[in-house]
């Protein structure tokens, strides 16, 4: 049983797809200069967020941490 | 602290504070990074280049996994480090500005919105639950508990090929019946029950998720705006949730505490 603490201090391998999922589809939107919208983000980053996902599924489960975004899911 | 902005640079925005943000830490993240005061708001800043930002250029380097993926760590890595000394609104990756002035004129036009979101989210951090469910475990847990199954793979071991076939698509989909309503029940149970220890709370779309070969898939985000002082009964819930769900597949992944990406106006 993890403590707030535990989680909190443990070297995590935060996912890069959850960091993707915060700054690039949440965050305040304002109308800056340049704002990048949901169009921009096109099918190739979306592509990628299905095999990130199953990457990140893979080792999260496994407990073992994510050496990169690009690795082959075994 | 003066910028000075040519016009090779934009100014890109990290994230609003209203106390004065310690940088020191997260400084060497970037070239340099500067705050800007204006209307009781700290707007954390820094310079970067047109050749990479322009609208153009950034379209581009969006889709080049190597430059993103830099660059939201850069982006993440400096609010995360802001928070640490006070909290935050985090903005949306690549928030730019051509000029101090126009910065300061969003921050002017938005100051009463921008004040009364720090004010609600002082004191609160955003917690994120992931829930993965390992089908073919689940299929046999369900299985194992409804005495039904028995009574039809008895049938169909004593029924000619034609039946079989009927009363195999039969369990098939009173299987898959069975098994959608309990993601359902899972996803809705531990909601609400992680909702009770918490102020707000979101259950977001899943993403989509390639299905060959997965053992398990995703069956709920959702994302928490939690009171510090109620962290503790937050993730009580969840470890409780995690031994309640073990045996039938069903894990938890909670992450945190993130700016408040999903809680901000």
């Known amino acids: 049983m993890k403590t707030y603490n535990e989680l909190l201090h443990e070297k995590r391998n935060v996912t890069l797809l959850e960091i993707l999922d915060r700054v690039l589809e949440k965050g305040v939107v304002i109308s800056g200069d340049i704002v990048i919208s949901v169009a921009d983000v096109d099918l190739c980053y979306l592509g990628l967020k299905v095999f990130l996902s199953s990457v990140a599924t893979m080792e999260r489960l496994r407990g073992a941490p994510i050496l990169g975004p690009m690795q082959e899911p075994t | ?26 400084e060497h993240l970037v070239e340099k990074l500067y705050f800007i005061y204006h209307r009781g708001l700290y707007a954390v800043v820094s310079l970067v280049s047109k050749d990479e930002f322009c609208e153009e250029n950034l379209k581009t380097n969006l889709n080049n996994m190597e430059w993103l993926e830099k660059k939201v760590y850069i982006h993440e890595g400096i609010i995360q480090g802001i928070m640490k000394n006070t909290w935050v609104i985090p903005f949306k990756f690549a928030t730019l500005f051509n000029t101090v002035d126009n910065l300061k004129a969003c921050l002017e036009q938005n100051a009463a919105k921008f004040k009364e979101n720090l004010k609600y989210l002082k004191g609160k951090e955003e917690w994120g639950v992931k829930i993965y469910c390992e089908t073919e475990r689940l299929k046999e847990s369900l299985i194992r508990e409804d005495k039904k199954f028995l009574l039809i793979d008895k049938e169909i071991n004593s029924s000619t090929p034609g039946k079989v076939f009927f009363l195999t698509k039969m369990k ?94």
């Open chain 2, 172 to 265: 098939d989909e009173l299987l898959k019946n069975k098994l959608d309503n309990k993601i359902i029940e899972y996803v809705q149970n531990s909601f609400e029950r992680l909702r009770e220890q918490s102020l707000e709370a979101s259950l977001n779309k899943l993403s989509p998720q390639k299905t060959n070969g997965q053992k398990s898939t995703v069956i709920s985000n959702s994302v928490f705006l939690v009171d510090k002082n109620q962290i503790n009964s937050f993730i009580n819930i969840v470890n409780i949730l995690k031994e309640e769900y073990e045996n039938d597949g069903v894990s938890l992944d909670c992450t945190g505490p993130w700016p408040p990406y999903n809680f901000c106006t």
């Open chain 2, 1 to 26: 602290m003066y910028m000075k902005s040519n016009g090779n640079n934009l100014i890109y925005l990290y994230c609003l504070n209203e106390l004065t943000p310690k940088l020191k830490e997260v």
